[in-house]
T-cell receptor, first 113, second 111 residues
Framework: GENVEQHPSTLSVQEGDSAVIKCTYS??????FPWYKQELGKRPQLIID???NVGEKKDQRIAVTLNKTAKHFSLHITETQPEDSAVYFC????????????WGAGTKLIIKP | NAGVTQTPKFRILKIGQSMTLQCAQD?????MYWYRQDPGMGLKLIYY???????DKGEVPNGYNVSRSTTEDFPLRLELAAPSQTSVYFC??????????FGPGTRLTVT
C-alpha cells in the first residue's frame, strides 16, 4: 500500500521567516495531494491541495509544489505568523490506497516570536 | 449548515463496556469516514462509507463496527472497550474523495 513520510517532524522558525515541509509518497498513481492544518485541540482543516496535472499552486502566504517524478510534494509558508503554529499533515491518495487519503504522521510547526 | 456534528464530546468507559459514537452531516455528502488520532500522531482510518448501505474497512477496523442507513448518519460502535481504544475519534465527510470536512471530535478514555 501507499507509504507516506513527512519531514521534518518538528520545525521551529522565527516569526516572519519561511517554513517548508516535505511529504514523500510511494504510489506512482497518486493524483491528489492535500495539506491539512490542525491547531491544538481542534479538528483538521484543508488549507491547500494540488492535482497531478499541476506543478504549483499558491494561495496568499501558502503554496504547494509537486514533483511527480521524485514522488514528493511540499508545503511552503512565507512570512510566518503566530497563528501558523499548528500540526500540518499531508494526505495523498491514489490507486494503491483504494482512493482513500493516507495520512502522514504530521509536522509540528512552532513560530517563535 | 451545521456541517459535521459528533456526539458525545467526551466519554469515559470502563473496560468491556460498549458505546456508539454518533456522527451526522447536513451537506449531502456521499463519502463519510471514521478516524482515530492517538496523542501526537496522525490519523488512522477505521471505517469509511461511499454511500448509504455501503461500508468498508480502513486501516484499523478491529474492535469497531459501523452502519450507514442514511446519507446523513454514520455511527461508530465500540464493542467490549479496551484501553487501546483510548483516543480522539473524528468523523469526516466529503463530496467525493477530495476535501474532507471534519467534525469536532470525541475524546474517549477507556479505564
Amino acid at each position: 500500500g501507499e507509504n507516506v513520510e513527512q519531514h521534518p517532524s518538528t520545525l521551529s522558525v522565527q516569526e516572519g521567516d519561511s517554513a517548508v515541509i516535505k511529504c514523500t509518497y510511494s504510489d506512482s498513481a497518486s493524483n491528489y495531494f492535500p495539506w491539512y492544518k490542525q491547531e491544538l485541540g481542534k479538528r483538521p482543516q484543508l488549507i491547500i491541495d494540488i492535482r497531478s496535472n499541476v506543478g504549483e499552486k499558491k494561495d496568499q502566504r501558502i503554496a504547494v509544489t509537486l514533483n511527480k517524478t521524485a514522488k514528493h510534494f511540499s508545503l511552503h509558508i512565507t512570512e510566518t505568523q503566530p497563528e501558523d503554529s499548528a500540526v500540518y499533515f499531508c494526505a495523498p491518495y491514489g490507486r494503491d490506497s483504494n482512493y482513500q487519503l493516507i495520512w502522514g504522521a504530521g509536522t509540528k510547526l512552532i513560530i517563535k516570536p | 449548515n451545521a456541517g459535521v456534528t459528533q456526539t458525545p464530546k467526551f466519554r469515559i468507559l470502563k473496560i468491556g463496556q460498549s458505546m456508539t459514537l454518533q456522527c451526522a452531516q447536513d451537506m449531502n455528502h456521499n463519502y463519510m469516514y471514521w478516524y482515530r488520532q492517538d496523542p501526537g500522531m496522525g490519523l488512522k482510518l477505521i471505517y469509511y462509507s461511499v454511500g448509504a448501505g455501503i461500508t468498508d474497512k480502513g486501516e484499523v477496523p478491529n474492535g469497531y463496527n459501523v452502519s450507514r442507513s442514511t446519507t446523513e448518519d454514520f455511527p461508530l460502535r465500540l464493542e467490549l472497550a479496551a484501553p487501546s481504544q483510548t483516543s480522539v475519534y473524528f468523523c469526516a465527510s466529503s463530496y467525493n474523495v477530495n476535501e474532507q470536512y471534519f467534525g469536532p471530535g470525541t475524546r474517549l478514555t477507556v479505564t
